[in-house]
């Protein structure tokens, strides 16, 4: 009877430790790659906009589709029904290869002359 006891409590600890094992995994997994903001394309029109886990892909002819991406290191994985396409991240340019290369760009933390008349309480 206690030998059954240890054993049963054996197998609970083993599976609530793999339980967590999976969740954090999952969490990981989950996390997209951190980055956020967005990044045009150098010599084109072409845009890619990082929001949580997903990245919203602009394109030539101005379709915008929605894609997973994950990052390795210094790589970003963009990962859509056509394929997966790799850029390496070089400071603030994400370059794919073959002269196509993303910039991010600088958000303005500035409030608007519109912004700072609303907050003072002047209308125009």
Request: aromatic share 6%; hydrophobic share 35%; net charge negative.
């Amino acid at each position: 009877m206690i030998q059954q006891q240890r054993e049963r409590n054996g197998r609970v600890a083993l599976a609530g430790g793999i339980v967590l094992v999976v969740l954090a995994t999952l969490g990981l997994v989950g996390c997209g790659g951190g980055l956020s903001g967005t990044y045009t394309e150098q010599d084109g029109v072409g845009k890619l906009e990082f929001k949580g886990d997903r990245v919203y892909v602009t394109t030539l002819l101005g379709m915008t589709f929605v894609a997973s991406y994950e990052t390795d290191g210094n790589h970003v994985i963009i990962r859509g029904a056509g394929g997966s396409q790799v850029y390496t991240i070089d400071g603030n340019t994400l370059d794919g290869g073959g002269g196509v290369r993303f910039v991010k760009q600088e958000t303005s933390q500035e409030p608007s002359a519109t912004q700072r008349a609303e907050v003072s309480g002047e209308r125009s």
